[in-house]
């Protein structure tokens, strides 16, 4: 039973920030657009949490700092794949490389090519409200999964039963018909890019100014790819995304947990498997996959 | 007409699409309370002039005034915030909303949204107007007509004052039809102004108060209904003794040869796409020489019938067999091989606009240029220089098919389509959107192939085309023939009440 | 002035597209640049010209184009056919896995046949496993992007799990697999040099990619399927079976990648054998126009911005990844540029209005 609520405590802190680039990453595609300028953003965000974390000593610029980071990145992918209309695909690769290759260059530039990863003074702190309790251990979590989880119906009610939402969907299902209907398509796929971005990069944030305390080069490791995986997993729907989240948690945590136990076991079998059973879902709903009928369509206004 | 000041007044607007002069100095008066027919053929500037109207294109010259106040409308955003609805051909919804949620879209009113709320203020004005509607259903699963309503009512809900119509009856049945007649009466009464853009006259007389005739971009007169006649409007709209073609005057055969193997016979053909049977039970047979045309209203199975017969769609059931042997594998390949020359519905689909006029004319038959792989550049080029000069077209081999306008690039379709001499040739809409001269070369093609001893197919939404060039009408109705008949033997009347499904003429009268 | 019509852009204008591209590139990258202190035109010229004065150098960059040319090609086959393959990366590291499988086996065995036998089996590593995504977008139309991009990853555990479990050397602990057979190895084509067979291989592929798209049936049939499925289809093409070679080939090619690093750089597979090779494909194949001639020249032109940061960071301290950012920036240019391609650039008289 210990163990359990051990597991499922871990399961939580390493679900938060695939769960909050996912539910960014949803936003993003429910108005149309793959934004696979997540990776990058992700780790750049990380970075300039910890910078200027580190530099102001205030874990709370870190985080806006972070977040500023998503949003920019955010626009930057509206600029390429809105205004320009670019390719969806290489214009999210591009952003993924470009930030990926901008946030190691300024942290050689800055730290050196030391080996051992730089730690801030004092990272967030984890809650502990039932300490002491048999449930102590799961719900000692940072405020940043606390955030998460309450971001989870918060999505899905901005989604659902907001005028902003109904444009949302409307621009990523049929752009043509929510611009005859007054919606600006351009504005709202901005806007849909830029608060996702704000999503990704909370949890870029979370790895660096939380969970490691630190920043690190492969600390992203996948975890873009992942949340990319977990929005199709989820059906483009925020407690769906939620479960696979924490699924995806789970796995890691119990593999940790094995590890730690000195069980001899492959553990890349089951970081591997999320992007498995993506692949399967995939395979078995086929054609019948409910994409935002939009997604990767550039809107050109007939005639303009 | 009139006393009143005109709602909405367009002034010498013009506009120009690159060499193509689309509107050319119209002025025209939209009025309360009034329904106003804009008449003109394809082409002649109607859809435009909607555009404009709505903000979806930009005038060029000219000056829109609304309730005497200059205007210029940027988006459609600017042309709703004047009281300015449209409700296009292609419907213009989000199949995953609710009726309600894509009437409200873009004027939520607030920015929090209670479905119950919604569903009463949405509820309440399709009552309102008499459109029937549920708000609560999702529009994915709602009938053509209503899901036109559905556009209507969202028109209204943006309080509109001039709601525009375009081609609204091209996909109706006759009792949906109906039905949107007395909705017009509904929003007439309700002071709304209305402009219906139709090439139907029979629509014209029976729902408009005033007609403006549109050609080649000009407004060439504007009358009140009750004071012209279908033969005038038809004149304006034509504006011209048009040499047309038609088939020759030939002793068609008066029984079937029967003994004669067809060149394509179609036997109880079906295919149903996600539980809607678009074609059911079609039969027919194509025999060498003749011009068959199918008729109908769009949306009636032609389309689905074209992709089959050309190889782009496998039926669920049924038999084609081409010159007797019947078709297994319902690929384009397998009837490029069987000689068989396909004109498709959508012209643009059958060119690939970013390669060379040359590869879209000759795509169809690489094997002939190539040995090992290896593809004869020259020989290629040799053979679409023939091809280009034979057809008239007016470009370069090594031109982009897409910097072409409509009609040459239909003439490259037509090329590649004729240039075996193949023994059937099926030719979905060839005419569409093209200008006079252009659909008399094309048209006169077609016949040429008749009487090299070719089979033709001819679907075709333009009913006048079919009546001048087939030896056999069929009528496709709900996805099966619905008529039969031989040249001279039908007139645009009895083809029309067969395409709405009718055989009894009183029964298919339009409601006055 | 100038003015833009839209209409297709002559060759000329074409032409000038990746020129501006690169200056447009530097100009934003020096902004970066200055950031740190440096001087931006030392930087550029440490980066584009310093390698090319030393022979040391120059050769150094024909091996770092090794691998860029054949991800490129491979990139270049698939996107082509509008089949937008993000798995180099995997499929190269495929082709590796398969050549450290095979490599250790060949001694004995005749050098040519052993480098032959390398190559088919990187070949087909790579194209095993760009299959899946293939048949799921030809069969069920899934999506190739996400399917190819989360297989890079399923394949980097695979590696990963195979280097810490059965190949990690039991005395050393390093996690690499056996070393090839020595008549496995590709031979050096340059005197002196680290050059090695794979560069012969990649220019041939190259030349093929040319010779394919411009030369016969496959190729104008895999442009046509890439510029309008549907037409093509219309046309008679058997746009699927075009779709599955295309993904296939480009498959082969990228592990082709993954072989010439094993066996002509490092004889056994590591888990850092690529630096990205399979994304910086993509860049290569897009800042190339996807065609031949375009991708020698931006294949080298990569490879030379790798070498140059290289030495950048030994000599002005400029941290190493500027390459990186060097080349992400061009690729999203570039992109941008492109567009230039659907106007005209006219020179007009300006008329008076009215």
């Not at chain 1, 690190?216 to 790819?225: F, K, L, N, P, T």
């Not at chain 2, 504006?239 to 193997?261: C, H, I, L, M």
């Not at chain 2, 008729?295 to 769609?313: D, F, H, I, K, R």
């Not at chain 3, 490129?72 to 398969?98: D, H, K, M, P, S």
């Amino acid at each position: 039973m210990e163990l359990l609520i051990a597991l499922l405590g871990g399961t939580l802190r390493i679900s938060t920030p695939i769960l909050l680039a996912a539910l960014g990453e949803t936003i993003i595609e429910r108005a149309g657009i793959l934004n696979l300028g997540i990776e990058g953003t992700l780790l750049l965000s990380a970075f300039s949490g910890f910078v200027v974390a580190q530099l102001s000593g205030s874990l709370w610029l870190g985080l806006g700092a972070a977040v500023l980071t998503g949003v920019l990145l955010g626009l930057l992918m509206g600029f390429l794949s809105v205004t320009l209309k670019l390719n969806q695909h290489v214009a999210g690769l591009g952003i993924t490389l470009l930030a990926s290759g901008l946030a190691l260059y300024a942290f050689r530039l800055l730290y050196g090519g030391s080996s051992t990863p730089p730690a801030l003074e004092g990272s967030f702190t984890q809650f502990q409200p039932l300490h002491g309790t048999p449930l102590g251990p799961l719900f000692r979590q940072y405020g940043l999964t606390y955030l998460a989880l309450l971001l989870v119906p918060l999505t899905g009610w901005l989604l659902t039963r907001t005028a902003f939402g109904l444009r949302l969907r409307a621009v990523g299902e049929n752009p043509e018909a929510a611009d005859i209907a007054g919606v600006n398509v351009a504005a709202v796929r901005y806007r849909a890019l830029a608060l996702g971005g704000a999503l990704m990069g909370l949890a870029g944030a979370f790895l660096s100014l939380a969970q490691l305390g630190a920043f690190a080069h492969g600390m992203v490791s996948g975890r873009g790819w992942v949340a990319i995986a977990l929005v199709i997993f989820g059906h483009w729907q925020p407690s769906k995304v939620l479960g696979g989240a924490l699924l995806f948690g789970f796995l890691q945590a119990l593999q940790l947990r094995l590890q730690a136990e000195g069980v001899n076991l492959p553990y890349e079998a089951l970081l591997a498997l999320p992007y498995l059973v993506t692949i399967l879902i995939l395979a078995l709903t086929g054609r019948n996959t409910a994409y935002p009928k939009a997604l990767l369509k550039p809107y050109y206004r007939e005639g303009a | 007409m009139t006393q009143a000041a005109p709602l909405i007044r367009l002034e010498g607007v013009t506009k120009r699409f690159g060499p193509l002069l689309a509107n050319d100095a119209v002025s025209l008066s939209f009025y309360e309370g009034e329904v106003l027919a804009l008449l003109g053929e394809n082409g002649a500037g109607k859809s435009t002039l909607s555009k404009i109207l709505f903000g979806m294109v930009k005038i060029d010259e000219g000056q829109m005034f609304v309730s005497g106040q200059p205007v210029r409308f940027r988006s459609p955003a600017d042309a709703i915030a004047h009281g300015v609805g449209f409700v296009s051909q292609h419907f213009s919804l989000v199949p995953t909303f609710t009726v309600a949620e894509n009437v409200v879209l873009g004027r939520e009113g607030s920015a929090v949204l209670t479905r119950g709320k919604l569903e009463r203020r949405v509820g309440n004005l399709s009552e309102r107007f008499g459109l029937g509607l549920e708000p609560g259903q999702l529009v994915g699963e709602l009938s053509v007509g209503e899901q036109q309503r559905v556009e209507i009512l969202k028109a209204l809900c943006g309080r509109c004052r001039l709601l525009i119509l375009d081609e609204p009856t091209a996909v109706l049945t006759p009792q949906d039809t109906a039905r949107f007649f007395g909705v017009l009466r509904t929003l007439q009464e309700q002071g709304v102004s209305v402009v219906i853009i139709t090439h139907k006259l029979g629509e014209v007389m029976a729902i408009s108060q005033r007609v403006a005739v549109l050609r080649l971009g000009r407004l060439v007169g504007e009358r009140v209904t009750h004071e012209t006649s279908e033969a005038e409007l038809a004149h304006l709209m034509v504006g011209r003794d048009t040499a047309q073609v038609t088939r020759p005057a030939r002793s068609a055969p008066a029984t079937a040869p029967t003994k004669v193997t067809p060149l394509l016979r179609v036997a109880d053909l079906h295919y149903s796409d996600r539980g809607r049977t678009r074609i059911g039970g079609v039969s027919f047979d194509l025999h060498a020489g003749e011009v068959v045309g199918i008729a109908g209203v769009a949306g009636n199975g032609q389309s689905e019938l074209v992709a089959v017969l050309t190889g782009m769609l496998k039926p669920d059931a049924g038999v084609v067999a081409l010159s007797g042997e019947q078709v297994a594998d319902f690929t384009p390949n397998t009837f490029l091989a069987r000689g068989v020359g396909r004109i498709p519905e959508d012209r643009f689909r059958g060119i690939v606009g970013e390669l060379s006029v040359a590869e879209n004319l000759l795509l169809e038959q690489l094997s002939s240029f190539t040995r090992a792989g290896h593809l004869d550049r020259r020989a290629l080029k040799r053979k679409a220089e023939t091809m280009i000069t034979a057809y008239g077209i007016k470009a370069r081999p090594n031109d982009r098919a897409r910097t072409l306008s409509g009609g040459n690039v239909q003439k490259i379709i037509l090329a590649r389509a004729l240039a075996r001499d193949p023994k059937v040739v099926i030719a979905a809409q060839p005419t569409r959107g093209l200008d006079v001269g252009a659909t008399a070369y094309v048209q006169g093609k077609l016949l040429e192939q008749a009487a090299r001893g070719a089979g033709v197919l001819l679907v075709s939404d333009d009913l006048d085309e079919i009546l001048r060039l087939s030896d056999r009408i069929l009528v496709m109705f709900r996805g099966g023939l619905s008529g039969s008949f031989s040249a001279g033997e039908a007139d645009a009347d009895t083809l029309g009440l067969r395409m709405a499904g009718r055989a009894e003429p009183e029964e298919a009268h339009v409601p006055a | 002035m100038f003015r833009l019509e839209r209409a297709p852009a002559p060759l000329w204008q074409r032409a000038l597209v990746p020129v501006l591209a690169v200056l447009v590139t530097f100009i934003l990258v020096s902004l970066v640049i200055l950031g740190t202190g440096v001087d931006p035109l030392a930087v550029f010229r440490e980066v584009l010209f310093e390698p090319l004065t030393s022979r040391s150098d120059r050769l150094e960059v024909l091996v770092q184009a090794t691998p860029l040319l054949l991800t490129g090609v491979a990139v270049a086959v698939a996107f082509r056919g509008g089949y937008y393959n993000i798995g180099a990366e995997g499929q190269l590291y495929t082709g590796a896995l398969a050549a450290a499988l095979v490599g250790p086996r060949l001694g004995g065995v005749p050098a040519a046949l052993s480098v032959a036998v390398m190559l088919a089996a990187g070949f087909f590593g790579g194209a095993l496993w760009a299959l899946t995504p293939a048949l799921l977008k030809i069969r069920l139309k899934v999506d190739e992007v996400v399917t190819t991009l989360l297989l890079n990853s399923v394949m980097l555990f695979l590696i990963s799990a195979l280097l810490n479990g059965p190949w990690r050397d039991p005395v050393s602990g390093w996690p690499r697999s056996p070393a090839i057979a020595a008549s496995a190895q590709f031979p050096g084509i340059i005197p002196r040099s680290r050059v090695h067979l794979g560069l012969l291989v990649a220019l041939l592929a190259v030349a093929l990619l040319g010779w394919v798209l411009r030369r016969t049936r496959f190729g104008l049939e895999l442009r046509a399927v890439g510029l309008g499925a549907d037409a093509a289809r219309f046309m008679g093409v058997r746009v699927r079976r075009v779709v599955l070679i295309s993904a296939l080939v480009s498959g082969g090619v990228a592990g082709l990648a993954g072989v010439g690093e094993v066996a002509g750089v490092h004889t056994y597979l590591i888990g850092e054998l690529s630096p990205g090779y399979g994304y910086t494909g993509i860049i290569v194949a897009t800042f190339g126009g996807l065609s031949a001639p375009g991708i020698l020249i931006s294949g080298l032109f990569l490879a030379l911005i790798d070498t140059g940061t290289l030495s950048a960071s030994r000599t002005l301290g400029v941290p190493v990844y500027l390459g990186d950012v060097l080349e992400a920036t061009l690729l999203l240019v570039t992109l941008a540029f492109l567009l230039l391609n659907r106007y005209r650039l006219r020179w007009a008289v300006k008329r008076p209005v009215g």
